[in-house]
């Protein structure tokens, strides 16, 4: 059996090393590739192809939501672990939201981190679960705001989006409102990054 092929991404070089480590010395794990920026991590993702992205959620020079979406969008088969000090309900639901596998707080002990990995890369269910179905999130939006998501996720401005559905930007940044609260984010950029893995075709009808 191969081992799992994991990249790990956090800005601090010594937590980073730690989580490297750890992996290393399990069985069935090899850490491939290490990133201390986005940017660096979405270019060593695309070099080595990755089955588990491990990453932090905030970094110097992004968030980790914009390396999920980018996994999302070209490594479809990859499973990616959210591994953070900010274990709070807003950045649980947006790693979910932009479809993280799981979520665990850097609390987690060694075995924990371990597990989740082995967790991530078969797919299987676990109590850190938090992949929410896509179907289950469009469903708290009406047709106009599913649209709109869409556009947003194009990046779209609101007044472009306005010209498009024929409606004011105010109306259009009312829906927004809308769209943030009933998904649980708090940013635009986040709604975007839910959105980009998404084929536009899926928020229609």
């Known amino acids: 059996m191969n081992n799992v092929r ?3 991404l956090d ?6 090393r730690g989580i490297c480590d750890i992996l290393d010395r399990a069985d069935g794990i090899e850490v491939v590739a290490e990133a201390g920026t986005v940017a ?15 990453s932090d ?15 999302r969008r070209t490594l479809p088969d990859a499973h990616i672990v959210v591994l953070t000090s900010y274990d709070d309900d807003e950045a649980r639901s947006a790693a979910r939201t932009a479809g993280a596998d799981m979520f665990l707080p850097k609390t987690a002990g060694s ?24 179907d289950e999130v469009l469903g708290r939006l009406t047709p106009m ?3 709109v998501v869409e556009l947003v996720g194009q990046g779209l401005a609101n007044r472009e989006i306005g010209d ?26 986040q709604v975007v990054a839910w959105a980009t893995r998404r084929h536009a075709a899926s928020f229609r009808g």
Not at 11 to 16: A, I, M, N, Q, S
Not at 40 to 54: G, I, K, Y
């Open 6 to 8: 994991v990249l790990v």
């Open 11 to 16: 800005d601090h070089e010594v937590v980073r």
């Open 40 to 54: 660096q991590a979405v270019r060593r993702a695309d070099a080595v192809r990755p089955d588990v992205v491990l």
């Open 57 to 71: 959620l905030r970094l110097p020079d992004g968030t980790g939501l914009e390396l999920i979406a980018h996994v």
């Open 111 to 134: 075995q924990q981190v371990v597990e989740a990995v082995r967790l991530a890369a078969t797919g299987k269910e676990h109590g850190q679960h938090i992949r929410v179905r896509d």
């Open 145 to 147: 705001e599913r649209r």
């Open 164 to 189: 498009e559905l024929g409606i004011a930007e105010k109306t259009v940044k009312n829906h927004v409102t809308s769209v943030l609260s009933k998904m649980g984010l708090q940013r635009r950029t």
